[in-house]
């Protein structure tokens, strides 16, 4: 039986979060995701999504900046990352969570002020879809905020697709501006968010495509992951 990309993800992502690796996750991405919040106008009266949200750590922190009346939902396609997101989030009274793809989301027209993927949209089977979907959930002026770590000027990154068994699409940085362009966004503009943490030297193996401890440096201050923002201006 050929299963479909939807079902590959969320079979992935199931098994990922049994493994642990959502924790994984959140450690690798949190700085990436602390520099688009900065990029970010969050205030108390808006609604966020976090597509791909895992284990909701992103849902989070952006639901904390947007109390008392602001609503942060989070979708994902693994069960069990939203089961564990839900958990997690117990203690939140403004966080919502639900299983559900990207190219056929359950909310309305113009709903979100504003919209985040971390690490996600290059899952799915189509990209110009998904965005596409982004722009029809995303209010007037609202503006969509893309990290990814794995695209083409990050050269590393590349062997990522062998180690994953999923189709990953592996854009350039200006193939993403003009995907989002392409889906109707505007004033799309892309900047690299640098991990500051310092590498340890004495416990470095070589893994995830970094041979050795200076490949590793390269990119934490030279490459950065990269965002990409988009705005729907109509």
């Keep these: 039986m050929n299963l479909s990309q939807e079902t590959k993800v969320a079979e992935e992502f199931n098994e990922w979060q049994g493994k642990g690796r959502a924790e994984a996750m959140q450690n690798e991405h949190i700085i990436a995701v602390q ?40 979708i994902d396609l693994s069960e069990n990352m939203i089961k564990s997101a839900t958990e997690l989030s117990k203690n939140f009274n403004n966080t919502h969570f639900k299983v559900s793809n990207f190219s056929s989301m359950p909310f309305e027209d113009n709903f979100f002020d504003i919209i985040l993927s971390v690490e996600s949209i290059y899952y799915c089977d189509d990209m110009f879809k998904t965005v596409k979907e982004v722009k029809r959930t995303l209010k007037t002026g609202g503006k969509f905020y893309c990290i990814t770590y794995f695209f083409k000027e990050h050269h590393n990154s590349e062997i990522w697709a062998d180690y994953v068994p999923l189709k990953m699409h592996y854009l350039s940085e200006n193939e993403y501006k003009q995907l989002f362009y392409d889906s109707g966004l505007t004033e799309v503009y892309t900047k690299r968010i640098f991990d500051p943490r310092p590498v340890d030297k004495e416990n470095f193996k070589p893994k995830w495509g970094y041979n050795s401890v200076e490949e590793l440096i390269n990119f934490k201050e030279n490459i950065g992951a990269l965002l990409v923002v988009g705005t729907n201006a109509s």
């Design 35 to 74: 520099g688009a919040l900065k990029e970010m106008k969050l205030c108390n009266n808006i609604k966020i999504l976090d597509m791909g949200c895992g284990n909701g750590y992103a849902t989070r922190l952006m639901a904390e900046k947007i109390t008392p009346n602001g609503e942060a939902y989070g």
